[in-house]
């Protein structure tokens, strides 16, 4: 049987398709798996030793149709489920089965704050449950991500300081209302008494650089915007905890089953996104009573309301406070 998982962003969606993924193909017999998606992402998925093809779309989807239509799949499993993906199947004419996004029920939540939702209905039970009807069944095993070896990092080469244990700090995020202003990410800084490693992309790299310059904790190291993203896996890989944003990295951690203190401003962990652990080790620290949350599933370049208190009134010694949890010696 060949079978097509078509999934076009973003990272942290992207891995969480790995459950799915390694069960398809250890219970289906003989079942040749394939996956699409955007150039910019292929390598999250280039890796898995759980795929035999994957396919990128890079601009024209004229051409990557073409190239879905030789292979002659015999099922499509959508987990994007957007108008794109509609057209490639459409082009195809292959059996498909797409996930529920719940589109409606987070509309109800994000704009009238009815809640429709199902309890702790994590996406990847969703994934999963498009391949229902080939007798797949959830493994249990998490999340999978695979670091090619020369993206692996030497952390007492990049920063010695860090040789005997660090913390890793995934400061950014795509939209501004799932990222701490950066002064209170100084302040918890402050508080570390371990040395930490800066996490993000190219365009965190000054505010990487403020946070360093501004802590009082003098064992901090900046590698926003100078690792790929293989290469910041691999830290957060070796870290002795992650504190994030609900961002891709997030959700890295996870596959690697490290505790992980998440930090939620617009979003909610009922959207589905919260880190997918088979050991449950991770705390949400989050201004739980605020009746403008969730504004957004995504989020917002700035607040709306304007006052972005769901960032503002985060307590940070709640952070230090599941940090020491994570940390103290083992009994």
């Not at 499509?76 to 292959?94: F, P, S």
């Not at 959700?251 to 992980?260: D, S, V, Y």
Request: aromatic share 8%; charged share 25%.
């Amino acid at each position: 049987m060949k079978v097509l998982i078509l999934r076009f962003s973003s990272i942290g969606d992207i891995v969480l398709t790995t459950p799915l993924i390694r069960c398809v193909k250890e219970q289906v017999p003989n079942c040749e798996l394939h996956f699409a998606t955007k150039e910019t992402y292929r390598g999250l998925v280039d890796t898995n030793p759980y795929l035999d093809k994957v396919h990128v779309l890079k601009g024209d989807i004229n051409t990557l149709v073409q190239e879905l239509h030789q292979e002659k799949f015999d099922l499509i499993l959508d987990l994007h489920h957007n108008i794109r993906t509609q057209i490639i199947k459409m082009r195809l004419r292959v059996k498909s089965i797409a996930v529920n996004k719940l589109n409606l029920e987070k509309w109800l939540l994000t704009q009238f704050k009815i809640d429709k939702l199902p309890k702790y209905k994590h996406i990847v039970s969703r994934y999963l449950y498009t391949a229902k009807t080939l007798g797949v069944s959830n493994d249990a095993k998490g999340l999978d991500y695979f670091i090619p070896d020369e993206d692996k990092v030497s952390i007492p080469e990049l920063f010695p300081a860090a040789k005997d244990g660090f913390l890793a700090f995934a400061i950014g995020a795509k939209f501004l209302t799932k990222r701490m202003p950066y002064p209170k990410i100084v302040e918890i800084c402050d508080k570390l008494e371990i040395p930490v490693i800066l996490l993000g992309g190219l365009d965190d790299l000054a505010r990487g650089e403020e946070i360093k310059q501004q802590s009082k904790n003098k064992q901090i190291f900046n590698a926003c915007g100078r690792l790929k993203l293989n290469q910041s896996a691999s830290v957060v890989e070796q870290a002795e905890a992650l504190i994030t944003h609900d961002t891709g990295l997030m959700h890295i951690a996870a596959a690697f089953e490290k505790p992980i203190v998440s930090i939620w401003g617009n979003t909610v962990p009922e959207l589905g996104m919260y880190p997918y652990l088979t050991n449950g080790e991770f705390k949400v620290v989050q201004v739980a009573d605020l009746n403008c949350r969730p504004c957004s599933k995504i989020g917002y370049k700035k607040c709306p309301k304007g006052h972005f208190d769901c960032m503002q009134k985060i307590d940070i010694n709640e952070v230090v406070t599941a940090l020491d949890y994570y940390l103290k010696p083992a009994e």
